[in-house]
């Protein structure tokens, strides 16, 4: 049983290691960059493991194409995982986009914000939940995976709405959700007590970095995040935190091509995309 288990995440490390080396370096957005349409956007993936899954020219098949794909490779990385293992990556990656476009129709009803607040509590509870059947071995990664990530969506919901649009700290405090890695409430509590960005920075120094306005900020903080991920690659090399960093990153990158896209559709300067792309 035990040989069969090791074998099983050699396998599965192997795989994820592999579809790692495939990810688009910066120089591959660099030539998305350079696209004058945005079907030259779609010839530049016909040339990347997204080319099979995207058929057309129109909006929908880029968006669904890109899903479709990160759809298989959902199934290829977690196909002989472990019950637990498979049953958290199904919570965060799966669940997760199924949630987003849930609260994408409450917003269209009366009392919308108390509906949403007591979504994100269920499914953290859920999360937290999973992460605590994990192997102690395997908690600590997974807990820093996800616990960063709320780091970074916390971290950008309270420097958006208390210093980009002055809301006040007790209309903010709802949106923050319970889970972080290196943030917590007291830290929070900092942050929406300040009045500028340069507090703000001061504050997160030590964390992310310095920046300077808020597109270096959430460049900052994305980098955070990726740099928490990367740290899986490094010691024991057959572990389920493996495929789980791999999906994170292909949704990363899948945001960036998405944000290419939208850009050249919409005819923005090549400097204003970049501002939009993280960790490239």
Sequence with gaps: ????????????????????SKILRPEFFEQLLSSKTV???????????????IGGFEDSDIYEGLED??????????TGLGRREKELLYLFFIKRRDIIKLKGEIRK???????LRKIDLSYIKQLKESVGKLPVSERREAKFIIGSFYDLQNLITAVKLRIIY?????????FILP??????????????????LSDVSRILKDIIGEFSDFVSFRKAVYRY?????????????FKFSIPFAL????????????????????????EEIKKMLVGV
């Design 247 to 270: 999906l994170r990153l292909k949704e990363i990158e899948i945001k960036n091509i998405k944000a290419v896209y939208e850009g050249k559709k919409f005819r923005m300067p090549d």
């Design 1 to 20: 049983m035990q040989i069969a288990k090791l074998h099983r995440s050699v396998y599965i490390s192997s795989k994820s290691r592999t579809l790692k």
């Design 39 to 53: 079907g030259d956007i779609k010839s530049f993936l016909q040339g990347t493991d997204y080319g099979s899954f």
């Design 225 to 237: 995040h990726i740099d928490q991920i990367n740290k899986v690659w490094y010691g024991y090399p």
């Design 109 to 115: 009803g009366k009392d919308y914000e108390l509906r």
């Design 179 to 196: 889970f972080g890695y290196k943030t917590g409430y007291r830290l929070i509590s900092e942050i929406l007590s300040s009045s500028s």
């Design 69 to 78: 794909y990160f759809y298989d490779l959902f199934i290829k990385v977690t």
């Design 166 to 174: 002055r809301s006040q700290p007790e209309d903010v405090y709802p």
